[in-house]
């Protein structure tokens, strides 16, 4: 059984920059990739990044290329969102999740989550 405990959340102005951290246990040999996915309370989730845990090819949604950067610590069990040029609507709940299929923008195709840490945005 895999864990992720989500971190670096927290409230920035418009342009400022976050660095989330997932750190990973249990089983995690088993994983072909993680990803980022967020999500505003009465609205469905939505995918951010994902990364292929070995190899690490990285594949974002539109809403964050240019501006995010989604990485992995393997000796760590660590996966990292770095976001910068952070943007009111990038306000969210951002999860950490982690598949062993491969990486993917469906959300139904990871087996696990974190908790969730929150990212505020002010204008």
């Known amino acids: 059984q895999v864990q992720l405990v989500e971190s670096g959340g927290g409230t920035v102005q418009a ?6 951290s997932c750190a990973a246990s249990g089983g995690t040999f088993s994983l072909a990739a ?3 996915f967020r999500q505003v309370p009465g609205n469905e989730r939505e995918f951010v990044a994902a990364i292929r845990w070995i190899g690490g090819t ?3 949604a539109e809403s964050g290329k240019g501006r995010f ?3 992995r ?5 660590t ?3 770095q976001m910068n040029s952070l943007k009111p ?3 969210a709940v951002y999860y950490c999740a982690a598949s ?3 990486p993917s923008g469906l959300g139904g195709k990871y087996e696990y989550w974190g908790q969730g840490t929150q990212v505020t945005v002010s204008p």
């Not at 342009?15 to 989330?20: A, T």
């Not at 610590?73 to 069990?77: E, S």
């Open 15 to 20: 342009g400022g920059s976050l660095r989330l």
């Open 34 to 36: 993680m990803g980022w």
């Open 58 to 60: 990285t594949y974002y």
């Open 69 to 71: 950067t989604i990485s």
């Open 73 to 77: 610590d393997n000796a760590k069990n």
């Open 79 to 81: 996966l990292y969102l």
């Open 89 to 91: 609507e990038d306000t």
């Open 100 to 102: 062993r299929a491969g």
